[in-house]
């Protein structure tokens, strides 16, 4: 090996221990190739060798421990099938235990030595009074003088078999990682923290890190590299978020929505059926300062189930028509796009605003003229499914593209909306009914601005929450009955998983059933929806209900989002316990709706463990969405927010969002600082983090542009 090239360069082949066979293993298993690369696959845990126990005070069956003293003798004894096991007995000034090998018996024989001093490590076993330790760790005691290794604290990694079978098991990468290291100058690490900012922040070197992550001699350096390297993490997260954000705002022009016109005055003095909100008021107020700024907007903006997000969705596109230009809203389904263009579409026809809509559903003759009135201007505003971002689809002047229920669709399917005017940038409004913990939203939102409703309208009736376990079942099914006498309606619903899809079939369709016993038709109507139906029969069953037509509508989690049927005021939840919080919370805003009070009802079997018990006992204390969405965080962890993922957010080795949020705070406190400070980055302490984001960048796609 050539001293002068930096061993974090070099391919894993060429290391000692490593050799090509296992290096491919690696490449495979743990997608590592080069030496910085299996130096940040960081340990697990860690196995506290700094303490030696006495045989005399061994007690408990099932604890890790280690023992220094002497091997006394080895004995090899036969047992069924001609097996052998290696059989120890070991000593130490306090006593004896028994140390027992099934496996490698033979081998083990020839290399352990009677009459010498070894370390032990190993897990207690107490059977009929007498202790033993079943294939223990096995390290002569002269071995580690002779290295000058001192007690340590030994890190255990994630494995696979097949990297235990070809000894790149924890102790295999130890002795890998020991060598590596041994070898490493400090001129080979890139520092990437600045020196102020470590100083003000009392963190070690990322070259002392990298050491004391992996072999720590005590408590305080296991917990000063754990601290640094979480900080860096994210600290990068946030730099390069914010740093998309920076640009963006830089390099983009937006549509100047410089006016507030006639349409959204008439609307807001005449228009309004209701009194906005404070927190309505707020957000429209921001998003009205973005758009006339020039600066192309990127916003997120959430708001619990009834909080009154379209009607801010529609006034920001009101803003669009009196500055010349066109607006659009993409929905995730066919059935709430249709709720968007009929709820549009009455605010939109007092003004003499064009609504247009779009779906897969629109064929023929009909789409050719929306697409032709689309491209001439002659459509105001667009709504529809995914098909808006298809190549045929022409606007003449896009101003704003408004995306429902983000969490719906991937990054690539809203850079091609993005790309819709190709004179100026279109301002992207994002809206989600999905609270996001904030520090969920630093992350995965990290550039983009955020406007949050946080009110909900005056006299909206709380829904009332009850757990009621199966054995309530009539007291249920009279309460049922006497709502659809008073003229509601009502969800029943099952969970559907992919892993059990058949079973939760049959749960449904043995639901449906059962229901059918306690309201016989013709009496009752119930209609049914789950995934795997066509979509004209969904939209059939969703239909009768939407119209009251059936009374009782059985289904899936597909009734999850943006379903509107004001008359519904039950939510029948089964099986609550397989449900998430997130999921449970977006079901019940499904009732509520109207002005009756409605209820939600969640249905579990006797059994529950800790965690359903804690999510149930949330979702009957709370219907603060916000909240909920911190108490599913915290029980669930960040999970995958599917679509949202820009590249590396979720790629983070050490920190967690959930548990290190302090960290997370700090990190984006000194990021923005920075980049207030120094943009560019040119000033001469900054030079390692550029350095750094350069040599990362080849790994990194920064979204930053896109919403």
């Known amino acids: 090996m050539d001293n002068k090239s930096n061993i974090l360069d070099i391919t894993l082949e060429y290391i000692k221990g490593v050799g090509p066979a296992k290096a491919e293993l690696l490449k495979k298993e743990l997608k590592v190739f080069r030496v910085r690369d299996l130096l940040t696959i960081y340990p697990f845990r860690y196995v506290d060798r700094t303490k030696f126990h006495l045989i005399k005070d061994l007690k408990s069956d099932g604890d890790t421990v280690q023992l220094k003293g002497k091997l006394v003798s080895l ?37 352990l030595k009677e009459d010498h001093e070894y370390v032990v490590y190993g897990k207690l076993t107490i059977y009929k009074g007498k202790k033993n330790i079943a294939h223990p760790e096995m390290e002569l005691l002269s071995d580690r003088a002779k290295d000058n290794l001192q007690p340590t604290f030994d890190p255990v990694y994630s494995s696979t078999e097949k990297l235990d079978s070809r000894g790149l098991d924890s102790k295999g990468r130890r002795g890998i990682l020991k060598f590596i290291l041994g070898k490493i100058r400090e001129e080979d690490v890139l520092e990437n923290i600045p020196d102020y900012l ?191 971002i298809e190549d045929p689809v022409v606007f003449k002047n896009l101003g704003l593209a408004i995306i ?194 409605s209820y939600c009802i969640l249905m579990t079997g006797d059994k529950l463990s800790k965690e359903s018990r804690e999510r149930i006992g949330t979702m009957v204390r709370t219907n603060n969405g916000f909240e909920i969405a911190e108490a599913d965080l915290r029980l669930r962890g960040p999970g995958d927010i599917e679509g949202t993922m820009q590249s590396g957010i979720m790629d983070l080795k050490l920190s967690s969002i959930v548990e290190d949020s302090g960290i997370l705070n700090a990190a984006r406190y000194y990021a923005q600082a920075i980049i207030e400070r120094d943009g560019d980055l040119q000033h001469a302490s900054n030079q390692c983090i550029k350095s750094f984001l350069q040599l990362s960048r080849s790994n990194v796609k920064i979204w930053g542009r896109i919403s």
């Open 404 to 597: 429902d229920e983000q969490h719906r669709f991937g990054v690539a399917q809203r850079a091609k909306l993005w790309k819709k005017n190709t004179k100026v940038a279109p301002h992207v409004l994002v809206m989600t009914a999905t609270p996001i913990p904030r520090t969920l939203a630093m992350t995965v939102y990290g550039d983009l601005d955020v406007s949050i409703i946080d009110e909900m309208p005056p006299g909206r009736k709380l829904i009332q929450t009850v757990h009621q376990y199966e054995s309530a079942r009539p007291k249920v099914i009279n309460f049922m009955r006497s709502e659809i006498d008073k003229g509601r309606q009502i969800y029943v619903v099952f969970p559907l998983i992919e892993e059990s899809a058949k079973l939760d079939l049959k749960n449904l369709n043995d639901g449906y059933e059962r229901l059918l016993h306690f309201f016989p038709m013709p009496t009752y109507q119930m209609s049914i929806l789950h995934g795997r139906m066509k979509p004209k029969d969904k939209d059939f069953e969703m239909d009768r209900f939407v119209k009251g037509v059936t009374q009782i509508m059985v289904a899936t989690t597909v009734i999850e989002v943006g379903v509107n049927v004001p008359n519904a005021s039950v939510m029948i939840i089964e099986n609550t316990e397989r449900f998430g919080l997130s999921q449970l919370h977006q079901l019940r805003g499904r009732v509520g709706r109207g002005s009756d009070q």
């Open 198 to 388: 470590r100083t003000q922040l009392k963190l070690c070197t990322k070259f002392q890190a990298l050491h004391w992550i992996h072999f720590p001699k005590n408590a305080s350096e296991k917990e000063l590299a754990t601290n640094r390297l979480k900080f860096e993490e994210l600290f990068y997260l946030q730099l390069r978020l914010l740093l998309g954000k920076e640009t963006r705002k830089k390099k983009l022009k937006g549509a100047d929505f410089n006016v507030v016109g006639d349409y959204f005055n008439t609307f807001y003095k005449e228009g309004l059926k209701f009194e906005l909100t404070g927190a309505q008021k707020r957000v429209i107020k921001e998003i009205r300062a973005n758009m006339g700024s020039g600066v192309h907007m990127n916003r997120l903006l959430q708001g619990d189930v009834g909080s009154g997000k379209t009607v801010v969705g529609f006034m920001s596109m009101l803003l669009a028509k009196d500055n010349g230009y066109q607006a659009c809203m993409m929905a995730p389904t066919e059935i709430l796009a249709q709720q968007h263009y009929a709820g549009i579409s009455e605010l939109a026809f007092p003004l003499g605003l064009k609504v247009g809509f779009l779906s897969g559903s629109v064929k023929g003759k009909k789409r050719q003229t929306v697409l032709e009135n689309l491209k001439l201007g002659e459509i105001d505003i667009l709504i529809g499914t995914h098909a808006l």
């Open 75 to 111: 004995e090899k004894i036969k047992g069924k099938n001609n097996r052998f096991r290696l059989q120890g007995l070991f000593k130490d000034s306090s006593g004896f235990i028994e140390l027992i090998w099934f496996q490698g018996a033979k081998w083990l024989g020839n290399v």
